[in-house]
């Protein structure tokens, strides 16, 4: 294969990658054998000193890589200079309080914020920059009381997914002496008469097993203010179903609580409700089995809104009511073309968000389903929010784009009229990009959509940034990004795929890309690049590559089945072995979009694809660069030690094959402005070095 000089060296004979041991561990499964012979990387960085000096030595070789690279500063410099800006989300309004977090620019951690009015001052709650050193102890999930007297907040430590509660006062602005722990995947919901909370959490885990071990038997307790955890009050569990999670919400009118019950990532519940008004209320099962979505729009009485997927692949809304013994769904807003996302009922008026062709469109109708008309929105984009109370028709909702940064609007449903709340001051202009979206066939001929973004003045081939995820019926839309926008303005362009497998047209298009229709997803990925290529978006040897978590997995697939196609390819935190992937902490969810390592026709087709399991020797690769954390307890980054050394260790051409391991970070939430900024520097400069982009 010909190495253009923008590819040329450094080549790996110029860098010397640690030794890592290849152990002969074989394994057979349903008559194939595997080899597993990095799997003792596996083991948790904090329990193993051999695991932890490997990390140490591969940190050191990639940062002396990356130290080599003069776009490197240029980017740092500049990605400070744009996420500079403040950022607002939309305030929850409770007891006529508002309540919102607001990063000023470059904080590590958003701040809590409260104002007493909705245009009086703001005065800050929680500002979790002084929890720690390094900035990365954030603010979770955080829900104040009914009446706004209360706040209940998580804290995430160093990225993991366990939070520890705790409870503020907001007038004194002080914590109660409360602490709730061993919580993830937790909703958070107060009790009408704030009296405490309910939440729901995991047994504690065995000694050394917190950032590995299996989360099963979740349950659902009830935090009355003021005692200690071990005299919380166990509401809802299914012992006898341990692999079941449960989500617990209160009614609009504080008289149920409503628990959503799944087995995995699918859009399959089961609803128990708890008549909260009677102390000895049993649960009652009102949705039996696993098989459909549904979710709480609002209640008037005992006639509950719910969105679901019953009989209707691109959602609709339904009205049961539960005063009767079998509640039958009766149709209030019907099927549509577009595919809805979420609903909720603002004063009165029932408002329905959907995505058209992956751009939001936010529809008003009446109680009864009556169409009203749509609400306008700034744009082309993404709007999210409109939560409230059914008799308060003032709502918030922010809109984003990918040339416009999170715009906060005051929205009146019943007068349908909006005014902005918070808008950031830019220090670029929006009107120098050019947002398309296009539509390209995949290898089958489906028609596959995708956003293209580049300054007005570029025009030719230029180096392009290619993302995507493709999974767990996530819809990818248009949204801000600093880091995007800091490769953008030095002339490339940035291409975001509408992959089969997410939720962009409903269920028909996530069941298309995924179980054993897996390999949509890479070919709709691998049709992109042909197209940006053919169509001179971009040249050969100009493509990059990006996706993080299952789009990890996505890019380390491709990059093993077309290797040709791709200049330079950033998998982050990504699922990287298929045949283990179940085994650790949340892994085991994931089983509705990959299928079972267990079962052999799972089995089979996962091994076709798994990225660390099919490493071709013999064929260049393109440059990579790995992306993981020592404290990801959602993908568990063995999954990127293991792929990485696979990949050191083949005989796959003279690009580098590196992998950069941050300290104190997880999965994303919760990583700290400076972490991120250094990290996207990286992976600017890196992909930069192998597209060939000229970095001024």
Same mark, same amino acid.
């Given at each position: 294969?010909?190495?253009?000089?923008? %590819?040329?060296?450094?080549?790996?004979?110029?860098?010397?990658?640690?030794?890592?041991?290849?152990?002969?561990?074989?394994?057979?499964?349903? +008559?194939?054998?595997?080899?597993?012979?990095?799997?003792?990387?596996?083991?948790?960085?904090?329990?193993?000193?051999?695991?932890?000096? *490997?990390?140490?030595?591969?940190?050191?070789?990639?940062?002396?890589?990356?130290?080599? #690279?003069?776009?490197?500063?240029?980017?740092?410099?500049? /990605?400070?200079?744009?996420?500079?800006?403040?950022?607002?989300?939309?305030?929850?309004?409770?007891?006529?309080?508002?309540?919102?977090?607001? @990063?000023?620019?470059?904080?590590?951690?958003?701040?809590?914020?409260?104002?007493?009015?909705?245009? !009086?001052?703001?005065?800050?709650?929680?500002?979790?920059?002084?929890?720690?050193?390094?900035?990365?102890?954030?603010?979770?999930?955080?829900?104040?009381?009914?009446?706004?007297?209360?706040?209940?907040?998580?804290?995430?430590? !160093?990225?993991?997914?366990?939070?520890?509660?705790?409870?503020?006062?907001?007038?004194?602005?002080?914590?109660?002496?409360?602490?709730?722990?061993?919580?993830?995947?937790?909703?958070?919901?107060?009790?009408?008469?704030?009296?405490?909370?309910?939440?729901?959490?995991?047994?504690?885990?065995?000694?050394?097993?917190?950032?590995?071990?299996? @989360?099963?038997? %979740?349950?659902?307790?009830?935090?009355?203010?003021?005692?200690?955890?071990?005299?919380?009050?166990?509401?809802?569990?299914?012992?006898?179903?341990?692999?079941?999670?449960?989500?617990?919400?209160?009614?609009?009118?504080?008289?149920?609580?409503?628990?959503?019950?799944?087995?995995?990532?699918?859009?399959?519940?089961?609803?128990? /409700?708890?008549?909260?008004?009677?102390?000895?209320?049993? &649960?009652?099962?009102?949705?039996?089995?696993?098989?459909?979505?549904?979710?709480?729009?609002? @209640?008037?009485?005992?006639?509950?809104?719910?969105?679901?997927?019953?009989?209707?692949?691109? #959602?609709?809304?339904?009205?049961?009511?539960?005063?009767?013994? @079998? &509640?039958?769904?009766?149709?209030?807003?019907?099927?549509?073309?577009?595919?809805?996302?979420?609903?909720?009922?603002?004063?009165?008026?029932?408002?329905?968000?959907?995505?058209?062709?992956?751009?939001?469109?936010?529809?008003?109708?009446?109680?009864?389903?009556?169409?009203?008309?749509?609400?306008? #929105?700034?744009?082309?984009?993404?709007?999210?929010?409109? !939560?409230?109370?059914?008799?308060?028709?003032?709502?918030?909702?922010?809109?984003?784009?990918?040339?416009?940064?999170?715009?906060?609007?005051?929205?009146?449903?019943?007068?349908?009229?909006?005014?902005? *709340?918070?808008?950031?001051?830019?220090?670029?202009?929006?009107?120098?990009?050019?947002?398309? %979206?296009?539509?390209?066939?995949?290898?089958?001929?489906?028609?596959?959509?995708?956003?293209?973004?580049?300054?007005?003045?570029?025009?030719?081939?230029?180096?392009?940034?290619?993302?995507?995820?493709?999974?767990?019926?996530?819809?990818?839309?248009?949204?801000?990004?600093?880091?995007?926008?800091?490769?953008?303005?030095?002339?490339?362009?940035?291409?975001?795929?509408?992959?089969?497998?997410?939720?962009?047209?409903?269920?028909?298009?996530?069941?298309?890309?995924?179980?054993?229709?897996?390999?949509?997803?890479?070919?709709?990925?691998?049709?992109?690049?042909?197209?940006?290529?053919?169509?001179?978006?971009?040249?050969? +040897?100009?493509?990059?590559?990006?996706?993080?978590?299952?789009?990890?997995?996505?890019?380390?697939?491709?990059?093993?089945?077309?290797?040709?196609?791709?200049?330079?390819?950033?998998?982050?935190?990504?699922?990287?072995?298929?045949?283990?992937?179940?085994?650790?902490?949340?892994?085991?969810?994931?089983?509705?979009?990959?299928?079972? &390592?267990?079962?052999?026709?799972?089995?089979?087709?996962?091994?076709?694809?798994?990225?660390?399991?099919?490493?071709?020797?013999?064929?260049?690769?393109?440059?990579?660069?790995?992306?993981?954390?020592?404290?990801?307890?959602?993908?568990?980054?063995?999954?990127?030690?293991?792929?990485?050394?696979?990949?050191?260790?083949?005989?796959?051409?003279?690009?580098?094959?590196?992998?950069?391991?941050?300290?104190?970070?997880?999965?994303?939430?919760?990583?700290?402005?400076?972490?991120?900024?250094?990290?996207?520097?990286?992976? *600017?400069?890196?992909?930069?070095?192998?597209?060939?982009?000229?970095?001024?």
């Amino acid at each position: 294969m010909t190495i253009s000089p923008a %590819q040329a060296a450094p080549a790996d004979a110029t860098i010397a990658y640690p030794r890592t041991e290849a152990q002969p561990l074989v394994e057979e499964q349903f +008559g194939v054998k595997v080899a597993d012979p990095y799997r003792w990387l596996e083991n948790d960085v904090r329990e193993d000193a051999r695991v932890r000096d *490997w990390v140490t030595a591969q940190n050191k070789v990639t940062d002396a890589y990356l130290a080599t #690279l003069p776009a490197r500063a240029t980017f740092a410099r500049r /990605l400070t200079e744009l996420f500079n800006y403040e950022r607002v989300s939309p305030p929850v309004k409770r007891g006529g309080r508002y309540f919102y977090a607001r @990063n000023d620019g470059l904080q590590n951690q958003a701040v809590l914020n409260v104002r007493d009015r909705v245009d !009086g001052p703001a005065r800050v709650l929680i500002d979790p920059n002084g929890w720690a050193k390094d900035g990365a102890t954030a603010l979770a999930e955080w829900r104040p009381s009914d009446d706004g007297r209360y706040l209940v907040y998580a804290v995430q430590d !160093g990225g993991t997914d366990w939070r520890t509660v705790r409870v503020l006062d907001v007038e004194t602005g002080k914590d109660l002496p409360d602490s709730v722990e061993w919580v993830k995947f937790s909703n958070l919901d107060w009790a009408k008469d704030g009296s405490g909370f309910f939440y729901s959490r995991f047994p504690q885990p065995a000694s050394g097993g917190k950032f590995q071990a299996l @989360n099963e038997n %979740q349950q659902v307790y009830f935090h009355r203010l003021g005692t200690p955890q071990s005299e919380d009050r166990l509401v809802y569990r299914t012992p006898d179903r341990p692999r079941l999670n449960h989500i617990a919400e209160v009614s609009d009118d504080g008289k149920w609580l409503i628990i959503t019950s799944s087995e995995g990532t699918d859009d399959r519940y089961e609803i128990t /409700l708890v008549d909260l008004s009677r102390p000895d209320a049993q &649960p009652r099962t009102l949705i039996k089995g696993l098989e459909h979505s549904w979710n709480y729009v609002g @209640n008037q009485g005992s006639r509950f809104l719910w969105t679901t997927n019953k009989g209707a692949p691109r #959602l609709k809304i339904v009205a049961l009511d539960i005063a009767e013994a @079998n &509640p039958v769904a009766r149709d209030i807003v019907p099927e549509d073309k577009a595919t809805l996302g979420g609903a909720s009922v603002i004063g009165g008026v029932l408002i329905a968000s959907y995505l058209v062709d992956a751009k939001t469109e936010v529809r008003r109708y009446r109680p009864d389903g009556t169409l009203i008309g749509k609400v306008a #929105l700034p744009g082309i984009g993404t709007a999210a929010g409109f !939560g409230g109370k059914a008799d308060d028709p003032e709502t918030f909702f922010a809109f984003t784009s990918f040339a416009t940064p999170t715009t906060v609007f005051r929205y009146d449903a019943r007068s349908d009229t909006a005014q902005v *709340w918070a808008q950031p001051r830019l220090t670029f202009k929006p009107e120098d990009f050019k947002v398309e %979206q296009r539509f390209f066939a995949s290898k089958d001929g489906t028609q596959v959509p995708m956003f293209i973004v580049r300054r007005k003045d570029v025009t030719g081939p230029a180096p392009t940034l290619m993302y995507g995820y493709g999974g767990f019926n996530i819809s990818n839309t248009p949204a801000f990004s600093a880091g995007r926008l800091a490769w953008i303005e030095q002339g490339g362009a940035f291409a975001l795929v509408n992959l089969r497998g997410g939720g962009e047209y409903g269920k028909a298009w996530h069941d298309a890309g995924r179980l054993l229709n897996k390999q949509n997803v890479f070919d709709d990925f691998i049709a992109a690049g042909e197209y940006l290529i053919r169509e001179g978006v971009t040249g050969k +040897g100009q493509l990059a590559i990006q996706g993080g978590s299952n789009g990890g997995l996505l890019v380390g697939a491709v990059t093993n089945q077309r290797p040709d196609l791709f200049a330079a390819a950033l998998p982050a935190v990504g699922v990287m072995d298929m045949l283990r992937f179940d085994r650790f902490t949340a892994g085991r969810y994931w089983v509705d979009d990959y299928g079972y &390592p267990s079962k052999e026709a799972d089995f089979r087709n996962l091994l076709t694809y798994s990225p660390y399991h099919n490493v071709r020797s013999g064929t260049d690769y393109p440059a990579v660069l790995v992306t993981t954390a020592d404290t990801d307890d959602r993908v568990v980054p063995g999954h990127s030690f293991k792929y990485v050394s696979a990949l050191q260790a083949a005989a796959i051409g003279p690009r580098p094959h590196l992998i950069r391991i941050e300290t104190r970070a997880g999965h994303g939430a919760g990583k700290p402005t400076d972490k991120i900024i250094a990290e996207t520097a990286d992976q *600017w400069a890196f992909i930069a070095r192998w597209t060939g982009l000229t970095v001024r």
